[in-house]
C-alpha cells in the first residue's frame, strides 16, 4: 500500500517514475490508506482504475459515482479528488503517466493527435464503465501493463509503452470531435489556488488574498468558485485541513494540539467542532 507521504508526493517528484519508463502504478484503499485525496491538480495524466467497493471521483467540479470495474481518465491538469462513499471501502489502482513520452522529434504525430486530446480539447469521457466506448480497450490494455509490470523481465519498458500506445490509439481515433474549452480556462484561473492550499494549507490564507490570486474581485471569486467546485473556498480549505489532520491522528503520536496546528486551525476548540462536524467523531475517538 502506498504511503500517503508518497502519495502527495506522486506529481511533483518524478523520481516516482520507474528509470526505465515514466508510467508507474499505486495501490490505495480508502478508508484504509487514507481517508479522502482533496482536490489537486498535476501535469501528469492518470487512470483511477476501481478494483472493488465504491466511491466518489470529482473531475473539475462534477461528482461521479464509481464501482469495481470502472476506470477514469484523469487528463492533465484537471482537478479531481477522490472520496469515500458513505460508509464503503473502495480499492483502486492509481496509475500515473507523463504524457510527454509519446513525444518524438522524428514525427508529428503527438502534435497532431495526442496533444489536443492531452489538452482536454477533445470530447472524451472522464468515466468509463462497462458499456461505454472504448472501455473494454482501456481495461485491456491497463490490465496488460498490470502482469508486465508484475514480472519486469527484459524490455519491459517498450511493451508498456507500445499498449499505451495502442490505448490512446483506439481513444484518438474514437473520440475526435473538439470541443469549446472555455469553461476548462475558467476553471484554470482557480488551479493557482487549489495548488497554494494543496502546498500551504498550514498558513493562515484569506479570501481576498485567494480571488487576487485567481485574477478576480473578491466577490466574483466566491462565486465563481463555489459554482465550479460545488463548496465554497472557506469550505474546501477546512476540509482540506480536516483531511490533513486525520491522516496525521492515525500516521502520527503527536498531541490534538500540536496536529491542529500544523493544519492551519489556530483555535483548538473550532478544531475539535469542525472535525466532529465532519466525521462524526472527536480527533481523540477517530485515533482509536
Not at 504524457?99 to 522524428?106: G, N, V
Not at 495502442?166 to 480556462?185: A, G, M, P
Not at 474546501?236 to 500544523?262: F, G, H, K, P
Amino acid at each position: 500500500m502506498i504511503n500517503i507521504n508518497e502519495y502527495q508526493a506522486i506529481h511533483e517528484n518524478k523520481s516516482h517514475f520507474d528509470y526505465n519508463i515514466p508510467y508507474n502504478t499505486y495501490p490505495c484503499t480508502i478508508p484504509l490508506d487514507f481517508e479522502s485525496v482533496p482536490l489537486h491538480w498535476h501535469e501528469d495524466a492518470e487512470f483511477i482504475y476501481i478494483k472493488k467497493g465504491c466511491g466518489i471521483i470529482v473531475i473539475d467540479g462534477h461528482e461521479h459515482t464509481v464501482s469495481a470495474g470502472d476506470i477514469a481518465f484523469i487528463l492533465p491538469s484537471r482537478v479531481h479528488g477522490i472520496y469515500q462513499f458513505e460508509n464503503e471501502s473502495m480499492e483502486y489502482e492509481n496509475i500515473i503517466f507523463d504524457s510527454k513520452m509519446f513525444a518524438s522529434t522524428l514525427d508529428d504525430f503527438y502534435d497532431s493527435f495526442l496533444l489536443p486530446f492531452f489538452e482536454s480539447a477533445v470530447a472524451i469521457p472522464s468515466i468509463f464503465k462497462p458499456g461505454v466506448t472504448g472501455y473494454e480497450s482501456i481495461k485491456r490494455y491497463l490490465d496488460s501493463n498490470d502482469n508486465i509490470s508484475s514480472h519486469r523481465e527484459g524490455a519491459w519498458g517498450l511493451a508498456i509503452k507500445g499498449n499505451m500506445y495502442l490505448l490512446l490509439f483506439n481513444l484518438v481515433t474514437i473520440y475526435e470531435q473538439h470541443i469549446d474549452t472555455s469553461t476548462k480556462k475558467k476553471i484554470d484561473k482557480l488551479k493557482p489556488v487549489i495548488k497554494h492550499v494543496e502546498f500551504h494549507y498550514d498558513e493562515p490564507t484569506s479570501v481576498d488574498e485567494m480571488a487576487k490570486l485567481a485574477g478576480f474581485s473578491e466577490s466574483h471569486f466566491m462565486r465563481f468558485f463555489k459554482e465550479a467546485f460545488g463548496v465554497s473556498f472557506v469550505t474546501y480549505l477546512n476540509d482540506y485541513r480536516l483531511s490533513m489532520a486525520a491522516r496525521l491522528l492515525l500516521s502520527t503520536e503527536d498531541s490534538v494540539l500540536d496536529i491542529s496546528q500544523q493544519v492551519g486551525f489556530e483555535n483548538l476548540s473550532h478544531f475539535n467542532r469542525q472535525f466532529k462536524k465532519k466525521y462524526d467523531k472527536t480527533p481523540r475517538e477517530y485515533r482509536r
